[in-house]
């Protein structure tokens, strides 16, 4: 839907209306990365001179750059100060899902208060784990990187997923085969979440689940999934 959007708005308003939108197409893959051409062609739109334009783009770069190293090193301090025989849960999900309290019913400060350690999988630097080659139809980056933060998990007795996803998600369906596949007989939970969801439920699968955990090559439980 979000990609749509811009052509969703010209069929609403209309020809004349649509000249007032921006709609770019922007591509941010390395082979068809058209990032600093789009950006240029909407500082002309807004009357924007495109050499500030181009610096604007090399300063988010490298605040980009500096957010994911911080990110990575708070990730690495995580594991660090975790020990061996301590459980964790690695977080997975979308941006919005993971970043939003709206969204994700305050889920970081609910695992606080029930004293559960846990890290979100973009803590985590995934660049040294490679997919299984049979992946490789998976198109959505997001999916392909929530996949690599399975496989990580899987290297740790002591690491153990949980997926925040929203009724209707359909990357995240597709992708659920592939948890399955992956986790095989290991323990994971996936929550599923909307904006009529209440606190308790949540609260009390998160109990249900970390109460069945145990060291992974002791004890093998059944996936768990709501």
Known sequence: YIQGLGSMMVSAFGSKEAEKFITPTIFMDDIY??????????????????????????????????????????????????????????????????????????LADKLRKLGIKAIPYDFIDLDSITLPAHFSNLVWKNEQTLLRALLFSKTRDNLFPVLITNYGCGPDAFSFNYIKEIMQDLPYLILEVDEHSGDAWLVTRIEAFWDTLGPKDIQKQAAVEE
């Open 33 to 106: 990365r058209n990032l600093e051409d789009q950006m240029v062609f909407i500082g002309k739109k807004l009357k924007a001179p495109a050499a500030l334009i181009k610096s604007a783009i090399v300063k988010a770069k490298a605040s980009q750059t500096t957010f994911s190293l911080e990110r990575y090193q708070k990730g690495t301090q995580f594991f660090k100060e975790l020990h061996a025989n301590e459980k964790a849960l690695v977080i997975l999900g979308k941006p919005y899902n993971l970043n939003d309290p709206a969204l994700n019913l305050n």
